[in-house]
T-cell receptor
């Protein structure tokens, strides 16, 4: 079964600093992988997703993630943090038959951006 | 207008009461999901549905039931609420377009407190 592990439940960065949020997945099969973001008092929305092909995936708001099979990782990065990036971020991976489109979510990482 | 709506947005109730949370969507998706979110645990799947005749238990369905009244409506019920069901509840939708796993679209959430 596919599962994801997010390292660090809280990450603090200074405004303008690099953002790095870590996600490792477990599977012997090349996965589909997602990053979702949850802003305060809102539902989740998709930041980016990896399917197949290019391993560097660009998403919204300047975020990107690189799929590294050798490291079973899909870390999320942004070169320069902005105050508006403060949110909770979830890595997710599919599970079960494709027909149901189910996913497993990681436990989330809260990003704090310090002025 | 929001594509996925949830009512109510906030609810405080007492132990033993019956509660219904409602979800409606205008996206035309046939897959619908109910999740609960607890701090440090991420999102956990309660129930999911392929269509009005297809209802499936997720990983934490005990104490919950659902009804798919139409393609666009999916309700979650707590027959006899207990305090450990205090959580943030999300409805989500997805479709099966193409060969990939697709993103899920989330409602704004319902914050439920059981006293």
């Amino acid at each position: 079964a596919q599962s994801v592990t997010q390292l660090g439940s809280h990450v603090s960065v200074s405004e303008g600093a690099l953002v790095l949020l870590r996600c490792n997945y477990s599977s012997s099969v090349p996965p589909y992988l997602f990053w979702y973001v949850q802003y305060p008092n809102q539902g989740l929305q998709l930041l980016l997703k990896y399917t197949t092909g290019a391993t560097l995936v660009k998403g919204i708001n300047g975020f990107e993630a690189e799929f590294k099979k050798s490291e079973t990782s899909f870390h999320l990065t942004k070169p320069s943090a902005h105050m508006s990036d403060a949110a909770e971020y979830f890595c997710a991976a599919p599970r079960g038959p494709k027909g149901y489109q189910k996913v497993t979510f990681g436990t989330g990482t809260k990003l704090q951006v310090i002025p | 207008d929001a594509d996925v709506t949830q009512t109510p947005r906030n609810r405080i109730t007492k132990t033993g009461k019956r509660i219904m949370l409602e979800c409606s969507q205008t996206k035309g998706h046939d897959r619908m999901y109910w999740y609960r979110q607890d701090p440090g645990l991420g999102l956990r799947l309660i129930y999911y549905s392929f269509d009005v005749k297809d209802i499936n238990k997720g990983e934490i369905s005990d104490g919950y039931s659902v009804s798919r009244q139409a393609q666009a409506k999916f309700s979650l019920s707590l027959e006899s609420a207990i305090p450990n069901q205090t959580a943030l509840y999300f409805c989500a939708t997805s479709d099966l377009e193409g060969a990939h796993y697709n993103e899920q679209f989330f409602g704004p959430g319902t914050r439920l407190t059981v006293l």
